[in-house]
């Protein structure tokens, strides 16, 4: 992979944060600070997994029942977002080791995926001409 080079001018307590987040996490800043960025960015054109594509364009095919059933079940499990908001707290107060950083991604990922599966069912329910007006009040709630 290339890299490029950038000069930033960051305020000290910030400086501060990410050398104390760095040295936690046995990182140089600069990797703190590039971790933390690429954090921030988001990779909405990245291109979707195959499985997640296919398990989209499979949607068309559904029954709405089975469209319902997703458009419900679709989330991250309470035990899962529970320690993703733990991990997530802690990342700010002291930083997260790599393996904890890993464990972050692969919860994000996994909401990630279950928030799109959910909301494209909903479309299709919307397409069909369903009220899904009760799903969005869920998400709401």
Known sequence: ???????????????????????????????????????????????LPVEVEDLIDSLDAMPDD?????????????????HLEELNLKRQREGLTRDEQRMVEALIHQYERAMLVRAEAMAR???????????????LA
């Open 1 to 47: 992979m290339t890299t490029d080079s950038i000069t930033v001018r960051v305020p000290h307590p910030l400086y501060e944060r990410l050398e104390e987040r760095a040295k936690l996490t046995q990182r140089s800043v600069e990797e703190e600070l590039v971790e933390a960025l690429a954090e921030t960015v988001s990779l909405a054109d990245a291109p």
């Open 66 to 82: 089975a469209l319902w059933q997703l458009a419900h079940a679709s989330r991250l499990s309470p035990a899962a977002a529970t």
């Open 125 to 139: 329910l919307k397409e069909r001409g369903q009220d899904i007006t009760p799903l969005l009040n869920s998400t």
